[in-house]
């Protein structure tokens, strides 16, 4: 199966577990997008330079 086949499909899926709603379904993958931002942050802050020293030795959440 192609990439491009393997998107169509994760789009499908997306679009319908909001119902149809394509407003719904690009609201939900911009939430998701800034939880995985945030994340991302949080890991950058972790392995900068005294990161680890700032934070102790807890992990990301």
Known sequence: MSMRTLNEAAIDK???T???DLRGALRALLLVNE???AELA???AVVSPGGLAQ???????
């Open 14 to 16: 997306i679009v319908a």
């Open 18 to 20: 909001c119902n149809g």
């Open 35 to 37: 939880q995985l931002e």
């Open 42 to 44: 949080q890991l950058y």
């Open 55 to 61: 934070r102790g030795n807890q992990a990301l959440h």
